[in-house]
């Protein structure tokens, strides 16, 4: 059974920082391109960053860029989202997503991916 989960969300004060994880299980990270979301209430679900399936490219959104970093390691089947000066804006559930092809490239669109995590909270608040 393929299970993708978060974890490292939480509650953070403006300008502070996160680590999130997506650690995978029955299910081989290596080669896959693995996205992150996020969904604030009220709004649609927006593609935050991914990684590729080989080469290791990897793409942000506009509102993010040069504040996260997402990186993999494979030998824990794991794929971390860094956020560094995180803003108010940034509070959202945020979710990991796998893609069941290997070698394909970064994408943001959602039905690129064949699993997906349960999601883990972020606030960002004073």
């Known amino acids: 059974q393929v299970q993708l989960v978060e974890s490292g969300g939480g509650l953070v004060q403006p300008g502070g920082s996160l680590r999130l994880s997506c650690a995978a299980s029955?299910?081989?990270?290596?080669?896959?391109?693995i996205g992150w979301f996020r969904q604030a209430p009220g709004k649609e679900r927006e593609g935050v960053s991914c990684?590729?399936?080989?080469?290791?490219?990897?793409y942000y959104a506009d509102s993010v860029k040069g504040r996260f970093t997402i990186s993999r390691d494979n030998a824990k089947n794991t794929v971390y989202l860094q956020m560094n000066s995180l803003k108010p804006e940034d509070t959202a559930v945020y979710y990991c997503?796998?893609?069941?092809?290997?070698?394909?490239?970064?994408?943001?669109?959602?039905?690129?991916?064949?699993?997906w995590g349960q999601g883990t909270q972020v606030t960002v608040s004073s």
């Open positions: 997503a796998a893609d069941g092809l290997s070698f394909r490239r970064c994408a943001t669109s959602a039905d690129r991916y064949h699993y």
């Open positions: 029955g299910f081989s990270l290596d080669y896959k391109a």
């Open positions: 990684i590729s399936g080989s080469a290791g490219s990897t």
